[in-house]
């Protein structure tokens, strides 16, 4: 395909808003229908299209007509399985929003119906695609701290976004916070080790946000702080530190890559890259300068200046536009699969599981046969 790629945005809350500025900023692309239920979501993304936009109060309205070649599935986490499962039956390509499910069986349904398909299905974990973060990456791959042997990941933060209908506040509706918000950090300890885990543990609760929120007599019920530990086959280890009521941060987003030659440091908003290599500062003495010295340590701010689009992500969810229609265009597969998406909700829902039985949780415990 070299002509413009129609898209179909299903789901017009804030996230499909996102998706529509992005499609508009990176050219070659044109939104020309939208679907929500909410009358005031249409009507706030049909603002951001042109005068042809077909506006449609369902996802089944719009994949019966013929006036896209991709659709961005964007609705609440509970109904993007029955989405998909109408967006599969179609030839058009997908890319659909972190979480891929909130439940084991819907992901495998999926995964079984979109086998033979000619549509790509691309999942959205954009997080891999923020600058520091993709160079963070590129240079853990190529060498530059030995071999892997720790990830964290901590993320100190504001609580959850209002939604429509506060759909948001109840595990039922998200899959838990640990699905809803971390799913996508789970992709990321995947592929900076690029092993699949094997075991978790996690502590967490909801200790201080929306304990005061009533619904019809049902108090919100998701977790707003956790620490989670994730094993790998090869011995390597990854963890979450989660709190969301800790706004008053300056870069709430920190990731570390640890190896046996070095560290790794990606932090955000302030877009650092922090990189060390042991023998830089005397490791083949008896134990080197001690820790905190700084030496050694090149720090550089890291950014993309092809993003025409920042956006809430850091110009990510851009890049990761790009690179679909890209796909789209040159005819290769996703970047990232079902499969792999499924595997970070996997691993959500077993981090849940620890902290409701106080125990180690085996993945294999959830994974379907044969994964």
Not at 22 to 38: F, S, W
Not at 112 to 127: C, F, L, S
Request: hydrophobic fraction near 40%.
């Amino acid at each position: 395909m070299t002509s413009t790629i129609r898209y179909g945005i299903i789901g017009c809350g804030s996230m499909g808003r996102e998706h529509i500025e992005n499609i508009r900023a990176m050219g070659g692309g044109r939104v020309t229908a939208l679907a929500d239920t909410d009358a005031l979501s249409r009507e706030r993304a049909q603002a951001l299209c042109d005068e042809q936009v077909k506006v449609f109060d369902s996802a089944e309205q719009l994949l019966e007509t013929n006036v896209c070649d991709a659709v961005v599935i964007a609705t609440p986490n509970f109904t993007h399985a029955q989405v998909m499962r109408l967006a599969l039956a179609t030839e058009l390509h997908i890319l659909v929003e972190k979480p891929l499910v909130t439940r084991v069986e819907d992901g495998v349904d999926l995964v079984q119906r979109a086998q033979g398909r000619k549509g790509i299905v691309w999942v959205a974990q954009e997080y891999r695609y923020m600058p520091p973060v993709a160079e963070m990456i590129r240079m853990a791959h190529e060498g530059a701290v030995g071999t892997l042997h720790q990830v964290a990941i901590r993320e100190h933060r504001e609580p959850f976004y209002p939604k429509v209908g506060d759909w948001n506040r109840f595990s039922a509706n998200t899959g838990g916070t640990l699905v809803e918000k971390c799913c996508h950090y789970f992709n990321l300890m995947d592929l900076i080790l690029r092993e699949q885990p094997t075991r978790v543990f996690a502590s967490g609760g909801q200790r201080v946000n929306h304990l005061d929120e009533s619904y019809g007599g049902r108090r919100p019920d998701i977790l707003d702080s956790a620490y989670v530990i994730v094993e790998y086959p090869s011995g390597a280890r990854a963890m979450l530190d989660l709190c969301m009521f800790a706004e008053n941060s300056v870069d709430n987003e920190h990731i570390v890559v640890v190896g046996d030659e070095g560290k790794l440091e990606s932090l955000l908003p302030s877009l650092t890259l922090r990189h060390g290599r042991r023998e830089d500062w005397g490791r083949r003495q008896a134990w080197g300068q001690p820790s905190g010295t700084g030496k050694g340590v090149s720090v550089r701010r890291v950014w993309d200046t092809n993003i025409k689009y920042p956006g809430q992500h850091f110009g990510a969810s851009y890049i990761e536009h790009l690179r679909f229609a890209a796909a789209i265009r040159e005819g290769r597969p996703a970047e990232i699969s079902l499969e792999e998406g499924l595997r970070s909700v996997i691993t959500g829902l077993a981090a849940h599981r620890s902290i409701d039985t106080g125990r180690a949780v085996e993945l294999r415990e959830l994974l379907p046969p044969g994964w």
